[in-house]
């Protein structure tokens, strides 16, 4: 059964420092990786896709990488502003006629300004 | 494009009662989920349908019922509620990959 993994639940950087989100997953058979993020009380926007065959994507300051391999994503958020605090949660998909997805429990990200 | 939508926003039911949540999308995607959230606990998968008139179970279906008449709707409906299904209910759409998510309803049982 596919478990995903974020660590740590919450993270506080000083606004204009770059910082990495980590996101493991236990099998390495996936379709694809979705990074989301989610407001307080709102739902989920997609910030980031990967596809199994790509490495990274790139969008703005947001960069994400995958090792399928080694069971692991980052998420890399460059020059954070306040405006970046919010809950970030990756999800694995394994294609099965679908996109099942199975999520994290999210990193909850706070920038002080 | 409204994009997905769902009603209502907030809702409290009495144990026992049922209700419908309504979702709906106007980007013609074939793929629709309902997800429960609940504190601390990533998403979990309650139901999907690959398009109209086929649904099928996801990881925590007991107490819930579906079904896609249309290529737009996609209504979650609860009998008999009870309080462990208070979370809060997200539904999506994807033409293939890409998940898009509505705003959610957040669902009280007491």
Redesign the interface.
């Known amino acids: 059964k596919q478990e995903v993994t974020q660590i740590p639940a919450a993270l506080s950087v000083p606004e204009g420092e770059n910082l990495v989100l980590n996101c493991s997953f236990t099998d390495s058979a996936i379709y694809n990786l979705q990074w989301f993020r989610q407001d307080p009380g709102k739902g989920l926007t997609s910030l980031l896709l990967i596809q199994s065959s790509q490495r990274e994507q790139t969008s703005g300051r947001l960069n994400a990488s995958l090792d399928k391999s080694s069971g692991r994503s980052t998420l890399y958020i460059a020059a954070s502003q306040p405006g970046d605090s919010a809950t970030y949660l990756c999800a694995v998909c394994v294609w099965l006629g679908n996109e099942k997805l199975t999520f994290g429990t999210g990193t909850r990200l706070t920038i002080i300004p | 494009n409204a994009g ?1 939508t769902q009603t209502p926003k907030f809702r409290i039911l009495k144990i026992g009662q049922s209700m419908t949540l309504q979702c709906a999308q106007d980007m013609n995607h074939n ?1 629709m ?1 309902w997800y429960r959230q609940d504190p ?6 309650i139901y ?1 349908s ?1 398009g109209a008139g086929i649904t099928d179970k ?1 990881e925590v279906p007991n107490g819930y019922n579906v079904s896609r008449s249309t290529t737009e709707d996609f209504p979650l409906r609860l009998e008999l509620a009870a309080p462990s299904q208070t979370s809060v209910y ?1 539904c ?1 759409s ?1 033409p ?9 309803t957040r669902l009280t049982v007491t």
């Open positions: 997905v793929y989920y601390g606990m990533g998403l979990k998968l999907y690959v996801g997200f999506a994807s293939a990959d890409e998940q898009y998510f509505g705003p959610g």
